[in-house]
């Protein structure tokens, strides 16, 4: 009971994919009492994500979740997390550690894994055979608990989840850039600060290596396009374009650097109009925004001649933010979602 700013010593989240990150992380917040040897937790319960937007949770227990983590945890094994210059990081124990000379605690983290099994009135009942009965994606999701294995599309996604797993299960296979193959390109998607971190994409052809993450607090508030610059600078190779999205109008001083420096560099602004057309010719593209996401659906299109040159990293978050936006048909153009819309759904930034 209470308002805002009230503690409560145990809150509980049922079905917690359908919660943003963000909205877990704030009400999680008031997790706390004046009470002297009380106990503080949060305690959530949910199924697989089966859409992008509940894909955080397999992020945030990575450990358990992602079969790709290197330390693995075990069903019921706690492990010690804390937030250090903005990234959160594992530690062992609560600590104390410090952060900028300020000490800290680490708080515990543990995933228990369930099956219809472990509930025995319900396993009793023929609820097993409705589970049974599902779809395969929701089935590996509902019904063996498989997080990595439940996404699934959304009417009128605009680049497939398959096609996304497909180029990720191709990268596994060649987890290095091809022989003799030059960095092409950078994306580099400028943070001010805040809370957004700066990103960097390079790419070589079509393969791609894990994308490079500048946390906010990193980046200095009064001069982030300096930083920016020097930060692509030092990872640039073979004299690769770089690509700065200027959207959001932070990457207006990262371009002007880098041009000062003779580097590169191309303004992507999301906003303009587009003069091209699906591969086929028949539609239009409403803006620059959706014609990059067409082209690239187009490039990881498995049916093509020779099949798709793309290889994307097996990032769990990755496939969420391409799998999330949706597109529509209007008057002979294809329109995508918003970036806002996209953000409003998944509660951050893709």
Known sequence: HGGKGVGKDLICFDELVDFTESQYVFISTWNRTTIPGQRCRVVSTTNPPTT???????????????????????SGEIRWYVNISGQEQEVEGRGPYYDEGRQ???????????????????????YGATLDSLPPEMRAAFRDGHFDAGLKDQPFQLIPTEWIRLAQKRWEEHPHP?????????????????????????????????????PAK???????????AGQVIMIRRNQAIVVVDMGGGYGGSCYEQLKENLINAQAYKGAEKSV???????????????????????????????????????DQMLLADLA?????????ELVAESKEDVCARLGRSP
Not at 104 to 126: G, H, Q
Not at 298 to 310: H, K, V, Y
Not at 324 to 332: I, L, N, Q, V
Request: hydrophobic share 35%.
């Open 104 to 126: 800290v605690l680490a708080k515990s983290r543990c995933f228990i894994r369930s099956t219809l099994e472990d509930n025995p009135d319900l396993a009793a009942t023929d």
């Open 178 to 214: 091809p022989n003799g193959v030059p960095m092409c390109a950078i994306g580099v998607d400028v943070s001010g600060g805040g809370s957004d971190p700066m990103m960097m994409a390079p790419r070589y052809d079509g393969w791609y290596p894990a994308l490079i993450e500048i």
């Open 52 to 74: 992008p937007e509940g894909m955080w949770v397999i992020k945030r227990w990575a450990a358990w979740l992602d079969p790709k983590h290197p330390k693995p945890a075990k």
């Open 276 to 314: 091209r057309r699906t591969k086929d010719g028949q539609l239009k593209f409403s803006n620059k925004r959706t014609e990059a996401l067409w082209t690239f659906r187009e490039a990881l299109d498995p049916t093509q001649p020779g099949g798709s040159p793309i290889m994307l990293p097996p």
């Open 324 to 332: 999330t936006a949706t597109f529509k048909p209007e008057r002979g």
């Open 218 to 228: 990193s980046i200095p508030a009064d001069s982030p396009g300096k930083f920016a």
